[in-house]
Structures are given as C-alpha cells and as structure tokens.
C-alpha cells in the first residue's frame, strides 16, 4: 500500500461520504412524498428520478456536462456567481450524489410506505401538527430503512466512474478516485498497483453492503415478515 | 351535548348523521360497512372530505357555514381504533405520555396508570403485551390529551370473551370515574346496554333508529340489521362476597337475585358484568317445578319478533330486560304473544361473567 494509494482511497471516501450527506435531506424528502403523495404524476416523478438507475452512467455524465459548461443553463449561473465546478473535486461530488440519489429514493420510499398511515393519523388526534407526526412516528419507524438506502447510495458513490470521468476527469490527487485509478493504471500496464486498488474497493464495499444487508435484515424480523 | 350534522360522501352510498346526543355513553350500532367508522373519523378531523358541523360541549370543531375547520391535533378528540394501534417503537409509558399536552394537569399521567391498571407494562413494548392490555393502553393514551369525547370503535371486538372481561370494567370505571362522553361503535348489542344509555343505529350512511339504548335494542331485536350482531344478555351488577366452599354466589343485576357460579375473587374493580345467551332462557308458561335450574323468574312479554333463525322474545322479568331466542316449533307451542306472563328459567351455569 502506497501513499498514494491510500490518498486516493481518503478522496474516494470523502466525497462519496460527502455527496451522500447532501442528498441525505432531498432522498429522504422525495422517498416521503413518494409514498405518500396519491395525486397525478406519483409515477412520472418516480421514473424520471429512477432515470439515473437505468441510463448509461456517461449519459449522465454528458448530460451534466452540457448542463454545467460554460454557456449550459447551469453554467452559466454558476460562472455568473464566480463559481468553477468542472473537473473539481466539486464536479466528482455531483456526479456521485446525482447517480447514488435513486438508491436512496427508494429505500426511504419503501420505509415510509411500510408505515401504517393510521399510525400517523392517531398521532394527529394526540395532538400531534403534520410536522410533529413525521418527525415522532414515520422517522422512527422508517429510519433503518433510511439507513440502509443511504449506505447504499454512499457504496455507489464510492464506485461511481462513468459521470464522473465525463465532468470531473481523471485527474490523479485531485478528482482521481478509485474507480478512475483502477481504469487508469490498467490502462497503462500497472495491473499490480491496480490491484492493490481492487483490494481496496472490495474491501470498502463488503463493509458497506454488508451493514446495509444485516440491518435490512433484521428490519424483515421486526416486522415480522 | 354533541350535535353533528354531518356529510361523507363514501363509495357505496352518502353518510348523512344530523343529530343532537345528550353526550354521557352513546352506542353506535349497525352492520358493518353502515359508516360507523366514517362517523368516527369525520368527527375525529380525519376525513378531509367530510362536510358540515361538529360541535362537541360547545366547542366548534367543525362548521363549514363559518368556515371553521379545526385539524385533528386542535380537535381533543381522543380515539381507540379495534386494533388498539400503539405506537410500536415506544414503549407502552411513552404511548401514553405521547398523548400529555404541555398544559396537561399534573397527576394526570399516574392517575390514568392507576385507573387503567398499567403499572407493571408500563416498560414493556407494545408487541410484548396482550390484546386487553393493548386496548387499555391505547385508551390511557386517548384519554392522556383531556379529550372533549372519546371515540371508541368497537374495542372489544378483536379480543375473545375472556379478554373483554378485562377490559370492559375499565371503560365502565372510566365512564364512571372521567365523566368523558363517548360514542362507542359495537356489534353487540349486550356491550351497548350495559355502557351506554343512548344509542343510535346506522345503516347505509343513515341514522334509522335513535333514542335510549333499551329501547333501540328492543326495536332491534331479531330485525335483521346485522349478521354479526349478537344479542347477549349483558347485566351489571353487584356481586356478594362468595361464601367459603360455595360453588355459587349471589349477584344483584336490576331488581333480580341471581345465582352465578362462583368465581375465584379477584380485585375487580366497579361493577361485575355477566352475559347469558339468548338461548340458554327457557320459557314456560307454569312456574317450573322441581328443576335443577337455580334461577327462576316471571316476567311480561314485550315483544315478539320472527326471524329466519327464530323466534326472539324480548320479556321484562324482575327489572331486566331479557331477549330469550326460541325455536318456531317452540314458539308455536306455547302460543306467546305480547303482554302475556312467563317464567325464565335460566342455569347458573348460563351465566358467564365478564367483569
């Protein structure tokens, strides 16, 4: 294990860590209405949020792209406000959070629609505002399932490569994370240190999926299905 | 007094309730799918469709012509559901606190811990407890908020004849030691005597029947309101201390004597509740003599009503209204009509004690 190995690792960590902290808040929100909201348009808003699952992640990463150069609608607010986003560590954050963002959607969806809705109707008769009813019954009840989609969104995050490549490049110390090292040091005949990196991943990756599973698990045996 | 005027629209016909209620115990019979739920719900704030006008002891929760529409949480509304629906992730204490407003009296807490016996569950979670338990729980917690009125929507219904003796004195303890009004939906019609002295029965969205519980259960029996509906006798009464070795004891129901079997004293708390099935009542026209049987009474016919399933005979005897269920091969042979003089003769062991 060399230095740098262990300084991609530490930025691999921090942004996919980060990215998820900020889809945190929108996952849970998006999952809540989701499961709540019966009115027209339930299912458009879900596909088009679940896009992300289903394209080419270089689609993604293109259409981010186009989004935020320099005359793209996005671009161009941000250049105005002195903001550089492209090929940052910034840019491997976005592409990150926009790509694990569904995973999180949709467990949070399914925690809260696991959630007896009289539960929070007799919450509201003890006295409880919408609000308060949220935050005292459906959060409680539905934080493992939170818990879980927010660690898996973070092991996608940690894998992310194709929208990330795209907006952020491969730049080794600054938006180089393990994915893009992998693909960069087998490219150029370091299938050794490459592998060093695999190691790495899957090592990260058992840890993540493997919390996410048992507490999934014992989720199922609470409620008793 | 609670005065509704109400109306839902539900998917198989209108919920149309207009009424004034005194506001003690009210019953609120009917078959299932009558709106009985519906009712409890509008009233509760949580049908955001429902129209009309809600008062509750003077207090407007709901009035369309004013534009008042106060959200659930403002309402004071307290409310059992059947299935008791605690809070799963806290334990059976905090179910209940959830309800303590900040304003809330002090004491109020332990004194509904002590009323509703709930001291030993108090840190046990939900799911560890039994379905009496449950209902208790979630009748502390409805009552934690100080409600205007209780809606209890069949709370007995899911327990088995055991369990409800268990619960049963409780409500009665409450009704009699919180004064909350209630409206209390129930398919059995033994249930609503002995808790409520107004009644009133729905079908179809429509109140059909309303006034003091005997009366609507007079007109109710043997109509075929409800196939789930059973007509229990259901007495409350004293019971005397038993006496050593006796395998029967004296129990006071109305202006009745009767003989029940003795059961194991325990701490039961206000009055003692025993049900007989209307089938178990023997009818004759001659006092009965030399039978086994313990408890003899005479009594007028009120009223007699054929149904597929029988004959049912609603007969006054000894302060008690009795609804004795014969057989038409039976009924034909005695030739009974109304007004005429019967004897009852009921077992002790006919007897079954809820509370």
């Known amino acids: 294990m060399t230095a740098d190995d262990l300084g991609i690792l530490w930025l691999t960590v921090r942004v996919a860590a980060l990215a998820t902290v900020l889809i945190l808040p929108f996952g849970v929100a998006c999952g809540w209405l989701l499961a709540r909201w019966r009115g027209p348009g339930r299912t458009l808003a879900e596909t088009v949020m679940s896009l992300p699952l289903v394209l080419p992640p270089t689609a993604v990463g293109l259409l981010l792209l186009q989004a935020l150069r320099r005359n793209g609608p996005a671009g161009h607010l941000l250049e105005r406000a002195g903001i550089e986003l492209l090929f940052t560590p910034a840019a491997v954050v976005l592409a990150c959070a926009v790509m694990s963002f569904p995973f999180l959607v949709r467990f949070a969806r399914t925690a809260f629609e696991e959630v007896d809705p009289r539960l929070l109707s007799m919450a509201r008769t003890l006295g409880s505002t919408p609000a308060a009813a949220f935050r005292r019954i459906a959060l409680p009840l539905a934080w493992r399932g939170i818990l879980a989609g927010t660690l898996l969104a973070f092991s996608r995050a940690l894998g992310e490569f194709g929208a990330t490549i795209l907006v952020a490049g491969n730049i080794p110390g600054r938006t180089q994370t393990l994915a893009l090292a992998i693909f960069q040091r087998t490219h150029i005949g370091q299938d050794a240190a490459a592998m060093r990196l695999v190691v790495l991943t899957v090592a990260l990756g058992f840890v993540a999926v493997f919390a996410t599973e048992s507490l999934t698990r014992r989720r199922a045996r609470r409620i008793g299905v | ?355």
């Open chain 2, 1 to 355: 007094m609670i005065s509704l005027d109400v109306a839902l629209t539900l998917p198989r016909f209108e919920l149309r309730v207009e009424t004034d209620l005194a506001g003690g115990g009210v019953a609120v019979l009917g078959p299932s799918g009558a709106g009985k739920t519906s009712l409890l719900e509008t009233i509760a704030g949580l049908r955001p469709r429902a129209r009309g006008r809600v008062v509750v002891e003077g207090a407007v929760l709901m009035d369309d012509a004013s534009g008042v529409r106060l959200p659930p949480e403002a309402r004071r509304i307290g409310y059992v559901p059947q299935d008791a629906l605690l809070f799963p992730h806290q334990s059976v204490g905090d179910n209940v606190r959830f309800g303590l407003r900040s304003g809330a009296r002090s004491g109020l807490f332990d004194e509904l811990v002590e009323i509703l016996e709930i001291a030993p569950l108090i840190r046990r979670s939900p799911a560890a407890i039994s379905g009496g338990e449950r209902q208790r729980v979630a009748l502390a917690r409805a009552l934690a908020t100080e409600p205007r009125l209780l809606l209890l929507d069949e709370p007995l219904a899911a327990l088995d004849v055991e369990l409800k003796g268990r619960i049963l004195p409780y409500l009665l303890r409450v009704r009699d030691a919180l004064r909350v009004p209630f409206l209390y939906v129930t398919h059995n019609a033994g249930e609503a005597a002995v808790i409520a002295e107004e009644a009133l029965l729905l079908r179809e969205g429509s109140v059909v029947r309303q006034g003091p519980t005997e009366a609507v259960l007079a007109a109710m029996t043997g109509e075929h309101v409800d196939p789930a509906a059973r007509y229990e006798n259901v007495l409350a009464g004293a019971l005397e201390p038993r006496a050593a070795g006796m395998e029967t004891a004296t129990f006071h129901a109305g202006g009745a004597r009767l003989i029940v079997p003795a059961t194991p004293t325990e701490a039961a708390p206000g009055r003692t509740v025993f049900t007989v099935a209307p089938e178990e009542i023997l009818v004759s026209e001659r006092p009965p003599e030399r039978v086994s049987a313990r408890n003899r009474l005479f009594g007028r016919v009120m009223s007699v009503r054929e149904t597929p399933d029988g004959t049912w005979l609603r007969v006054h005897a000894e302060g008690i209204a009795w609804t004795v269920r014969l057989t038409h091969a039976a009924e034909e042979e005695l030739a009974i009509a109304p007004g005429a003089g019967v004897w009852l003769t009921i077992k002790a062991h006919a007897f079954h004690r809820l509370a």
